[in-house]
């Protein structure tokens, strides 16, 4: 078979079904026999940043490996900073970038692209040889499951149409390796853990990649205590009672109020940031004792904990509650003396616009419940964050913690929906972060079919700008954008569009919604000076 056929062949043999992707002259002819052989999705981006964000997104919803493809030079160099993000951000993803010939000295787009790739912090596998492709591929599938972020595999356009022979026996994937604590680091965490009067566990993306989910739950069960999670891991204990939500800068009231009370924060499966912290200086887990577990040692170097310990998070969790109750510790009951709180309070909008925060608490009941939600970074994600629910974390992604870039949203979103059909994507952005990111993919999700439920926080202006310049005195005219009407924007590639201008309009965008058989835009109108900015 010839080597564009071999490396479909691969795709398919490991499971692969959906690809995301942009061609060009290094990878047109492995797609076509992607679609044509193997009967996969092919689902055409509009740009290389965009496939590259809806293979991390299609990682994100499925817990599998997400898969995109480019071509070689600027193709690839225009996934620079997704590669940071989702690397950052602990993604599975193989980028299937393709290469120019050796002896093709001449070629405009020829490029280093491993010296490209390095900085990102994304994993590298180039193909050896024609013949070896399709089992390096396989070794770059099974690499990005393992060390969770990004592998580009890099492959010669020479190589699409050199004869191969069968594809070379497939080695079985490593299993998940989930190594114990070293008892001696561990009887020092059970000594400050047992001791404690008002413990809380905060829970990240560690917990959720080890499926210890009811281990961390139990836990916490055991100690009379709280539970929390990261940003990231939003969703991770469902709808329990005793979940705080998000442990950090984006904490609610009720959040803050416990965390500060607390004398002992355990922290499962977590490097620990100063944004899980409270900000600058730690204030959230200053004055605490700190007991922290990760199975990457890098991740316990941020913050000194009195206690770290280089474990699984499952295998952590279920050690420390035997210990404890062969100890017969006795449950503390901080969990029981946190008040329920109250959902936080809303503004009315000047004629013309409406009011964020009543609005999202609008469309967080109106939209449909059974969804995935993404959220772009902007001053209306802390509003998102507290007003939408989020059953389970799959379900759910911030698309800028990672390198803090706004304009992902959109793309990520349709990853998500593409990972899960069955249930619409919903997708929060801001005016900037749809004119940068999300306008040319929108008419991606209308091409593919995708169910995306698109809401423009749109203030008219880059909102982190407009604070800052304002707040220093400084004029905020450049800062500020007369965008077009984004409902007729959205009607015109394809989708349905709708524009919210007080809280009385939203009852129309449900309409919309409920009768949706395309993709749909909600244009939120939102005052700019009347936007609250947490940072």
């Avoid at 787009?109 to 390095?118: E, F, G, H, P």
Wanted: glycine fraction near 12%.
């Amino acid at each position: 078979m010839k080597g564009h056929t071999s490396l479909a062949a691969a795709l398919a043999r490991h499971g692969v079904t959906t690809m995301f992707g942009v061609m060009g002259d290094g990878n047109m002819f492995f797609v076509d026999s992607f679609i044509r052989d193997f009967g996969g999705e092919y689902v055409a981006a509009a740009n290389e940043a965009g496939a590259a964000l809806m293979a991390a997104g299609y990682a994100t919803g499925s817990g599998g490996v997400g898969v995109a493809t480019v071509t070689h030079g600027p193709g690839l160099a225009n996934c620079v900073a997704t590669l940071v993000s989702a690397t950052r951000e602990r993604r599975a993803m193989v980028l299937i970038a393709g290469d120019t010939a050796a002896e093709d000295r001449t070629n405009a787009q020829k490029i280093d692209q491993a010296s490209l790739v390095a900085p990102t912090g994304a994993g590298y596998v180039t193909a050896a040889s024609a013949r070896s492709a399709p089992a390096d591929l396989e070794r770059a599938l099974a690499r990005a499951a393992v060390e969770q972020r990004p592998i580009v595999f890099n492959v010669p356009a020479d190589f699409m149409f050199a004869e191969v022979a069968d594809l070379l026996e497939s080695r079985p994937a490593l299993p998940r390796q989930a190594p114990a604590p070293d008892p001696a680091a561990l009887d020092a965490a059970v000594g400050m853990i047992a001791t404690a009067r008002r413990p809380i566990v905060l829970a990240g993306t560690g917990v959720l990649l080890a499926e210890a989910e009811a281990a961390v739950r139990e836990l916490a069960e055991v100690l009379g205590a709280p539970v929390a999670t990261t940003l990231p891991a939003r969703g991770l204990f469902g709808a329990y009672e005793h979940d705080l939500g998000v442990f950090g800068t984006l904490a609610t009231p009720r959040a803050v109020e416990a965390i500060l009370a607390s004398d002992c924060v355990i922290a499962v499966g977590t490097s620990l940031n100063p944004y899980t912290g409270g900000g600058d200086g730690w204030p959230y887990l200053e004055g605490k004792r700190v007991v922290h577990c990760d199975l990457d040692p890098k991740a316990l170097t941020a913050f000194t904990a009195d206690a770290a310990i280089v474990a699984d998070a499952g295998a952590f969790a279920e050690t420390v509650v035997t210990w404890l109750r062969e100890a017969e510790h006795t449950a503390t009951g901080f969990r029981d003396s946190i008040d329920a709180g109250t959902e936080p309070g809303t503004g009315d909008g000047r004629p013309g616009f409406v009011d964020l925060a009543a609005a999202l608490g609008e469309l967080n009941r109106r939209l449909p419940g059974a969804r995935t939600l993404t959220v772009d970074g902007g001053r209306f994600t802390d509003e998102v964050i507290r007003r939408f629910d989020v059953s389970r974390p799959r379900a759910w992604t911030c698309s800028f913690t990672g390198f803090g870039a706004i304009g992902n949203g959109l793309a990520v979103a349709i990853g998500m929906g593409c990972a899960d059909r069955g249930v619409p994507a919903v997708a929060l952005v801001g005016d900037g972060s749809f004119m940068l990111g999300g306008l040319a993919e929108f008419s991606t999700a209308v091409r593919h079919g995708v169910d995306l439920i698109v809401v423009v926080c749109n203030d008219g202006c880059y909102g982190a700008e407009y604070r800052k310049l304002a707040g220093r005195g400084f004029e905020i005219e450049h800062s500020l954008f007369d965008w077009p009407d984004f409902a007729p924007v959205a009607e015109s590639l394809g989708g349905l569009g709708c524009t919210v201008r007080s809280l009385e309009d939203l009852a129309q965008a449900e309409k919309v919604v409920g009768e949706r058989d395309r993709p749909v835009l909600i244009d939120l109108k939102l005052d700019p000076a009347a936007v609250h900015w947490a940072h």
